[in-house]
């Protein structure tokens, strides 16, 4: 009979959280809502924090993708660039991908269409090798 509850001697309390085991842990749970003022959980259905008595907000949709773009936001700070030079390293990068692409999307049948294909790609890569110098050159000194 005592096999019947593993948690039999930890009794369950109104402010904590129950023992979850890891099989039983979903990203469910990853996404529960907390106060950000104490961080206790919330009750289900409540408004306020029963502890420091925080209004609960509600995250919307817009409110979702306003965090990807502060998310972009941050991204010059951890790179330690501004804004033109991360445009510049962005848009060298996408010069290289465009070189890496010319080659599986056009087909060379004669020694003429390979090197025009070759052309190309050597034009893509000096606008990356461009836009990189431009990113360097933009960079914030310390």
Not at 7 to 35: G, K, M, N, Y
Request: charged fraction near 15%; glycine fraction near 6%.
């Amino acid at each position: 009979m005592a096999d019947a509850s593993p948690h039999l001697e930890q009794h369950e309390e109104f402010w904590r959280p129950a023992v979850v085991s890891s099989a039983e842990s979903t990203e469910h749970d990853f996404i529960r809502p907390v106060c950000r003022n104490c961080g206790t959980d919330f009750l289900i259905g409540a408004h306020f924090c029963y502890i420091c008595g925080t209004g609960r907000t509600v995250v919307s949709r817009e409110e979702s993708s306003l965090h990807l773009w502060s998310a972009f936001a941050l991204l010059p700070g951890l790179l330690e660039l501004n804004v033109a030079s991360l445009i510049a390293l962005i848009l060298g990068c996408a010069c290289v991908v465009a070189a890496v692409v010319t080659g599986f999307v056009f087909t060379a049948t004669t020694l003429l269409d390979w090197q025009a294909v070759q052309i190309w790609r050597i034009e893509w890569l000096l606008a990356a090798i461009a836009l990189f110098a431009v990113g360097v050159l933009l960079k914030k000194k310390h």
